[in-house]
């Protein structure tokens, strides 16, 4: 079992930079691959990045590449999206989630642990 919880969401202008924060529970979060995603209103939720259990190989959306960072901390338990040159169009709300399954890297199916997702409101 493994809890998420992000923080670090906010309102920020266009252009602006933010850094999201995923905290886990759970003495095996080491073993998981992560991602974040994201939900605009309206929408269905949306693969935004991954990165592999030792933090060694991350994988983005188009949208976001060349922007956002992702990062991990296994010994704080935490992972890590920094977030620069924010566009209106990356308001949403963003989840971290644990890859559980062996499929479905860049698809929520994959993932069995999420959390309750942290609000990002970028005006343009």
């Known amino acids: 079992q493994v809890q998420l919880v992000e923080s670090g969401g906010g309102l920020v202008q266009a252009g602006g930079s933010l850094r999201l924060s995923c905290a886990a529970s759970g003495r095996t979060f080491s073993r998981y691959p992560m991602g974040w995603f994201r939900q605009a209103p309206g929408k269905e939720r949306e693969f935004v990045a991954r990165i592999t259990e030792s933090g060694s190989s991350t994988y983005y959306a188009d949208s976001v590449k060349g922007r956002f960072t992702f990062s991990r901390d296994n010994a704080k338990n935490t992972v890590y999206l920094q977030m620069n040159s924010l566009k209106a169009e990356d308001t949403a709300v963003y989840y971290c989630?644990?890859?559980?399954?062996?499929?479905?890297?860049?698809?929520?199916?994959?993932?069995?642990?999420w959390g309750q997702g942290t609000q990002v409101t970028v005006s343009s």
């Open positions: 989630a644990a890859q559980t399954g062996v499929t479905g890297s860049y698809s929520v199916s994959g993932y069995n642990y």
